[in-house]
């Protein structure tokens, strides 16, 4: 897990080994057990981005095939259906982690990763 905020400074990663939390920043490596983690809370944020060379391509290899059964209205159809199809969602996971010291730490992770860290609370 990817280390993006908090006070033990940027960059550095967090894992999580035989129930010990592991954050290794440019400060420093530190580890944590389950009874020093006070609080983990996350986060799922959802962008919806429009892919403009999955647009061009469905348009046209679409447009060419519906264009030879059904001429113009054809090639419309396989515009709407190349710019339905275009659409697509990122997901991005955080996570902050509270720990003794009133220190935090806060990670881009995965939802497996928050499933793991979930696990470390008391």
């Known amino acids: ?66 264009g030879l059964f059904l001429s113009i209205f054809g090639i419309l159809i396989g515009v709407i259906l190349a710019a339905a199809g275009s659409w697509y969602k990122v997901e991005n996971y955080e996570a902050t982690i509270g720990v003794t010291n009133d220190r935090t730490v806060t990670v881009s992770c995965s939802k497996r990763d928050i499933k793991k860290l979930m696990l470390l609370t008391p």
């Open 1 to 66: 897990m990817k280390v993006i905020g908090g006070n033990f400074g940027l960059g550095g990663g967090v894992s999580i080994r035989d129930g010990v939390l592991l954050v290794g920043t440019d400060k420093g490596t530190y580890t944590f057990d389950s009874s020093e983690i006070k609080s983990i809370s996350s986060m799922v944020s959802t962008e919806k981005n429009f892919g403009c060379v999955s647009f061009l391509l469905g348009a046209i290899i679409l447009g060419i095939i519906f």
